[in-house]
């Protein structure tokens, strides 16, 4: 739709933005007399075929000292297969609404109908600090319209007076680094949600959640916000290493920045069709993270993956509970391999997470196990990076994998056995913890070339480099029963490949 068309629908706060942004009537303010606070309600209409995101100036005055905003939408009924009413919300300060720009302040999405920030204190999801006098913007994310429109109400609140202490706490990071064991596997889940977004768990449930789980490291990845970054004080340890992130949730898909330095903000405010992407995947990199695709294959509006993986240092294959999107998830994934190897480029290491945000969601399925030099930022990232990392349903699980052959040559997972084409190699697995009539297969770039039932010790499988140029593991669960002929069951565990033959 046309922004004039949206003119003329948005009723009586008409649109009157420059640069294409999309913005309602400003709202101001007169303070009363020893008002102690003062309060405007604005309503309007969007239309269907909105813009993604509609702003709605607020004129701050001097001597404010907290805003509020509450909100409502209809929700009208709709005919089965339409789309109805979503709108999600945030704000930006005086400081303008410039993409990647600093004015941001906060986000909740669609998780809260009112939020609230002062120096001291922020609803989560927002961020605390000062009301400075400027123009504030409240935006409005419609994220589905019915066909007949989204009416809302905004209610913007300013409290005037000086709080006890005025002044805005210094945010406590967690540290970069935790004693572990030295080089060693490590497990970590690096898709969670808490109270700061959609989650429902606070993070010192996740973080209980993620030490019953047997992981020794998470990271924090809320929607479109930074606010949990200082939310874990006192939860980390020598047992935990805590790492900040972003799930940067765009409308044409969703990105884990993955170990971004504390208070780093990752603006989402575009699509594929914009040509922004790689800019903002830049900044996750110039902050110290990695790029990571959530759920590419996701059911969900918005979650499907449409950006390419030119940018990307690893991708989410298994995302929760392993669903049919996970399947389609590594036959792509898997895909990527092959043409990697044919045409000689970098390939792309998978990774596995839970996206748990509430009960009776599990903290650590699936998680990632990467082979470190130390439990760091650093060397977890560089061993998610190479692909010396394999995912398991539960630190139940344990996995050993690796090619062997040629002069006592042995390669590992994400590594290379250097040999001829037609030197004999052997695979090599071992598995535990697993359930009962679960089988191993071997997955080449030819597709699953072996397949035998879990058993104790070692399972072997021999090729060579001309027949195979890589091998990787699957464990998984019998196929259900009454399900589609040739569909296989569900992971239980899956390697990075080892790549055969000389480069």
């Given at each position: 739709m046309r922004r004039r068309d949206l003119l003329r629908t948005a009723t009586a706060t008409a649109v009157a933005g420059a640069a294409g942004v999309p913005t309602l009537d400003t709202v101001t303010f007169a303070r009363g007399a020893g008002a102690p606070a003062v309060t405007r309600t604005v309503s309007g209409r969007l239309p269907a075929g909105a813009p993604d995101y509609v702003y709605l100036p607020v004129e701050v005055p001097p001597g404010v000292r907290e805003i509020a905003v509450a909100y409502t939408y209809d929700r009208p009924a709709v005919p089965a297969g339409t789309q109805g009413n979503a709108c999600d919300i945030g704000i930006f300060d005086?400081?303008?609404?410039?993409?990647?720009?600093?004015?941001?302040?906060?986000?909740?999405?669609?998780?809260?109908?009112?939020?609230?920030?002062?120096?001291?204190?922020?609803?989560?999801?927002?961020?605390?600090?000062?009301?400075?006098?400027?123009?504030?913007?409240?935006?409005?994310?419609?994220?589905?319209?019915?066909?007949?429109?989204?009416?809302?109400?905004?209610?913007?609140?300013?409290?005037?007076?000086?709080?006890?202490?005025g002044a805005t706490p210094r945010p406590v990071y967690p540290p970069q680094r935790a004693r572990g064991r030295g080089r060693a596997w490590y497990r970590g889940d690096n898709h969670l949600h808490s109270v700061h977004s959609d989650g429902k768990r606070t993070p010192a449930e996740i973080a209980a959640a993620a030490r019953a789980a047997g992981l020794d490291w998470i990271t924090t990845t809320e929607h479109n916000t930074t606010s949990a970054h200082a939310a874990w004080e006192g939860l980390w340890g020598d047992d935990l290493l805590i790492l900040t992130g972003e799930e940067v949730t765009t409308r044409n898909g969703h990105v884990?920045?993955?170990?971004?330095?504390?208070?780093?903000?990752?603006?989402?405010?575009?699509?594929?069709?914009?040509?922004?992407?790689?800019?903002?995947?830049?900044?996750?990199?110039?902050?110290?993270?990695?790029?990571?695709?959530?759920?590419?294959?996701?059911?969900?509006?918005?979650?499907?993956?449409?950006?390419?993986?030119?940018?990307?240092?690893?991708?989410?294959?298994?995302?929760?509970?392993?669903?049919?999107?996970?399947?389609?998830?590594?036959?792509?994934?898997?895909?990527?391999?092959?043409?990697?190897?044919?045409?000689?480029h970098r390939w792309l290491p998978a990774m596995g997470n839970s996206d748990a945000h509430r009960e009776p969601q599990v903290v650590g399925l699936p998680q990632t196990v990467v082979l470190a030099d130390d439990l760091s930022r650093q060397a977890l990232q560089a061993g998610i990076r190479a692909g010396r990392s394999w995912i398991a349903e539960s630190s139940g699980v344990k996995l050993s994998f690796e090619v062997t052959g040629g002069r006592g040559r042995h390669a590992g997972i994400g590594e290379r056995l250097e040999a001829g084409r037609d030197t004999p190699v052997t695979a090599r697995l071992e598995v535990s913890g697993v359930p009962e009539r679960c089988t191993a297969t071997f997955v080449t770039d030819q597709g699953p070339l072996f397949t035998t039932p879990v058993r104790a010790g070692a399972i072997e499988w021999r090729t060579t480099p001309s027949y195979a140029a890589y091998v990787r593991a699957e464990v998984r669960r019998p196929a259900a029963d009454g399900g589609a002929p040739g569909v296989p069951g569900p992971m239980v565990a899956m390697t990075n490949p080892v790549f055969l033959g000389e480069k």
């Amino acid at each position: 739709m046309r922004r004039r068309d949206l003119l003329r629908t948005a009723t009586a706060t008409a649109v009157a933005g420059a640069a294409g942004v999309p913005t309602l009537d400003t709202v101001t303010f007169a303070r009363g007399a020893g008002a102690p606070a003062v309060t405007r309600t604005v309503s309007g209409r969007l239309p269907a075929g909105a813009p993604d995101y509609v702003y709605l100036p607020v004129e701050v005055p001097p001597g404010v000292r907290e805003i509020a905003v509450a909100y409502t939408y209809d929700r009208p009924a709709v005919p089965a297969g339409t789309q109805g009413n979503a709108c999600d919300i945030g704000i930006f300060d005086e400081r303008g609404t410039a993409l990647g720009g600093a004015g941001f302040r906060g986000w909740s999405g669609g998780a809260r109908t009112e939020f609230a920030i002062s120096a001291e204190q922020a609803t989560p999801g927002y961020l605390p600090g000062p009301v400075r006098p400027g123009t504030w913007h409240v935006v409005l994310g419609p994220y589905t319209v019915a066909p007949q429109g989204l009416a809302y109400e905004v209610t913007v609140t300013l409290r005037y007076g000086t709080a006890p202490s005025g002044a805005t706490p210094r945010p406590v990071y967690p540290p970069q680094r935790a004693r572990g064991r030295g080089r060693a596997w490590y497990r970590g889940d690096n898709h969670l949600h808490s109270v700061h977004s959609d989650g429902k768990r606070t993070p010192a449930e996740i973080a209980a959640a993620a030490r019953a789980a047997g992981l020794d490291w998470i990271t924090t990845t809320e929607h479109n916000t930074t606010s949990a970054h200082a939310a874990w004080e006192g939860l980390w340890g020598d047992d935990l290493l805590i790492l900040t992130g972003e799930e940067v949730t765009t409308r044409n898909g969703h990105v884990v920045a993955l170990g971004t330095d504390p208070g780093t903000f990752v603006d989402w405010r575009y699509r594929a069709r914009d040509g922004a992407f790689g800019r903002f995947a830049r900044r996750i990199r110039q902050a110290g993270g990695l790029v990571v695709p959530a759920h590419p294959y996701g059911t969900c509006v918005g979650c499907n993956w449409k950006y390419g993986f030119e940018d990307a240092d690893a991708v989410e294959v298994w995302n929760g509970p392993y669903t049919p999107d996970d399947e389609v998830a590594v036959a792509a994934w898997d895909a990527m391999l092959v043409a990697a190897v044919r045409d000689d480029h970098r390939w792309l290491p998978a990774m596995g997470n839970s996206d748990a945000h509430r009960e009776p969601q599990v903290v650590g399925l699936p998680q990632t196990v990467v082979l470190a030099d130390d439990l760091s930022r650093q060397a977890l990232q560089a061993g998610i990076r190479a692909g010396r990392s394999w995912i398991a349903e539960s630190s139940g699980v344990k996995l050993s994998f690796e090619v062997t052959g040629g002069r006592g040559r042995h390669a590992g997972i994400g590594e290379r056995l250097e040999a001829g084409r037609d030197t004999p190699v052997t695979a090599r697995l071992e598995v535990s913890g697993v359930p009962e009539r679960c089988t191993a297969t071997f997955v080449t770039d030819q597709g699953p070339l072996f397949t035998t039932p879990v058993r104790a010790g070692a399972i072997e499988w021999r090729t060579t480099p001309s027949y195979a140029a890589y091998v990787r593991a699957e464990v998984r669960r019998p196929a259900a029963d009454g399900g589609a002929p040739g569909v296989p069951g569900p992971m239980v565990a899956m390697t990075n490949p080892v790549f055969l033959g000389e480069k």
